[in-house]
């Protein structure tokens, strides 16, 4: 008699494959028959439209109006040099997640990609070909960039801009394609198992499995509005505490503060997956987690204190000791 299953299996092998820098093979297995499409679909969705990246959204040139303008002694017109600047990828360094940059260059040469690095942004596409300078002439140009999600068209930011620059389409997702498939693997006999393949390719502002790393965390935070009213344990959650109002609040995971992708790293990287863990330490010793910057610090704070507290607050007795256990424990 075949056995009758009251919960489907779990699976429990993950691995990761790195074909190149920016490009990797994520695998998941064993799955029931169907579980594993109705999760690599939307982890495919989030990977494509969630991915946080940066890219120009205006560009200033000496001596130029409009797109369809051209500067004397450039080989390319406007239209075109917006065309070749859009195919350069760009990284801000530090916390930014926006700069105004301002560039010179003065003919014969050509200006690549790797041309445009300095100590406030780097370049991930350094052969890209963005304009050609004839022997005495002169290109300057300032460029705004930007960090976000999608795509987001020149008429929204166009109202924002100084007079002299240009809007320009922005397409900020930094992974390239997301593809799976769906193989079969044997189970105690049963050859009717899954196991899911992702393949993820990037540009190079982020690696494929950090990008993966982040939509799970925007999938775990747009199910969180679930978890508030409906006890549902989740992969990254405890166990649900009943002791006080108090703990059940700060015994939740810190994707429910809504934080973004680099404040919830620099978190994650240092073992803080719980609200209280945040609450119960003092100003100083949240200014000192690793690579935890001054923007990040002050988002963290402000989700803190929207979820009901503070950096540093006094708890009762009880709570504190409470909570110390749940965080010994997780």
Do not use: W
Request: negative net charge; proline residues 4%; hydrophobic residues 40%.
């Amino acid at each position: 008699m075949k056995k009758i299953k009251t919960t489907p299996l779990a699976p429990q092998q993950f691995e990761v494959e790195q074909i190149s820098d920016n490009e990797a093979n994520i695998m998941a297995y064993p799955f029931e028959t169907g579980y594993a499409i109705s999760l690599a679909h939307p982890l495919r969705r989030f990977l494509l439209s969630s991915s946080v990246g940066y890219a120009p959204i205006a560009i200033k040139i000496e001596g130029a109006k409009h797109e369809f303008d051209s500067v004397r002694g450039m080989l390319e017109d406007i239209s075109d040099f917006i065309l070749n600047l859009k195919d350069i990828r760009f990284k801000l360094n530090g916390d930014a997640d926006s700069a105004k940059i301002d560039y010179s260059f003065a003919g014969p040469c050509s200006v690549k990609g790797s041309d445009l690095t300095n100590d406030e942004v780097e370049v991930v596409t350094p052969d890209a070909h963005l304009a050609t300078l004839n022997e005495d002439s002169t290109l300057n140009f300032t460029i705004k960039i930007a960090q976000g999600i999608g795509y987001v068209p020149s008429e929204d930011t166009s109202d924002e801009l100084e007079d002299g620059y240009i809007a320009l389409d922005a397409f900020f997702t930094p992974v390239r394609s997301v593809t799976y498939k769906i193989e079969n693997v044997l189970v105690e006999d049963n050859p009717n198992f899954e196991r899911v393949v992702l393949n993820i390719k990037t540009d190079g502002q982020i690696s494929p499995v950090d990008a993966f790393r982040n939509s799970l965390e925007v999938m775990y935070a747009q199910l969180a509005v679930f978890n508030s009213e409906i006890s549902v344990k989740a992969p990254t959650t405890i166990e649900r505490v009943e002791e006080s109002p108090d703990l059940k609040k700060l015994t939740t995971h810190i994707d429910s503060l809504g934080l973004s992708a680099r404040s919830f790293n620099c978190l994650d990287r240092s073992s803080i997956t719980l609200v209280g863990e945040i609450v119960l330490m003092s100003v100083n010793d949240l200014k000192n987690v690793k690579n935890l910057g001054k923007k990040s610090y002050d988002e963290i704070v402000e989700k803190v204190q929207e979820f009901g507290y503070e950096v540093g607050a006094d708890l009762a007795d009880d709570v504190v000791n409470a909570l110390k256990k749940q965080i010994e424990a997780k």
